[in-house]
């Protein structure tokens, strides 16, 4: 029999514990879509409706993921895929915490996708597509991240030089050219069911 090399694992408290702690069930929202999408500011809608309703969520974005944990990964192929695994596995840890956790990331390709709903687990990913079209993304500019791509300063970026494949199954496809934010807030805030899946000792 092998020798259990991890033994602190099954001494720590479980994630049954922590949600009934925290009355309220871990799941990740997972918005991908084209940069200016409107994928953070839907995030940040949703955590301000949920905070709330006093459940504790958590988004995790570029701005506060590659200026921290990713601070060294550039943008060849090989570290936005490593951006993604490392970003699931962050993601991972919230949810099995307890925590709503709501990620806003490009990640363009079907493969990332795939990589991080098979790391945080099948029935907590929930993957929302903010198809917002390529020339609304374009006319908002929100960073000036597609004038300098036009101009060639900036290489491989989604949507301008480099493909952006779109969710073949999304939970939820949301056109922020076409709704207004409250209406993509609701549409995701329906998504999240905040009990626990397990009830306190004698609990119905």
Not at 79 to 106: H, M, P, Y
Not at 175 to 187: G, I, P, Y
Request: hydrophobic share 35%.
């Amino acid at each position: 029999m092998a020798e259990n090399i991890y033994p602190i694992y099954d001494k720590m408290m479980t994630r049954a514990d922590k949600e009934q702690l925290l009355h309220q069930r871990g799941m990740m929202i997972w918005f991908t879509g084209l940069s200016g999408s409107g994928k953070s500011t839907i995030a940040l809608g949703v955590e301000r409706e949920l905070h709330q309703r006093g459940i504790l969520c958590r988004i995790l974005d570029g701005d506060n993921i590659r200026t921290g944990i990713n601070a060294g990964l550039g943008f060849s192929a090989e570290d936005r895929k490593e951006n993604i695994r490392r970003i699931a596995e962050v993601g991972k840890l919230f949810v099995d915490t307890g925590i709503v956790t709501l990620a806003a990331f490009v990640s363009p390709t079907n493969e990332y996708r795939t990589m991080a709903r098979n790391i945080i687990g099948e029935q907590d990913f929930y993957e929302v597509y903010v198809s917002t079209p390529l020339e609304e993304c374009e006319r908002r500019d929100v960073k000036g991240l597609y004038a300098r791509a036009r101009r060639g300063e900036v290489k491989d970026f989604t949507g301008i030089s480099a493909p952006f494949e779109a969710p073949t199954n999304p939970v939820l496809e949301i056109d922020t050219s076409k709704q207004t934010l409250e209406e993509s807030v609701r549409q995701v805030l329906e998504l999240i069911d905040p009990t626990p899946q397990t009830l306190p000792e004698g609990g119905e």
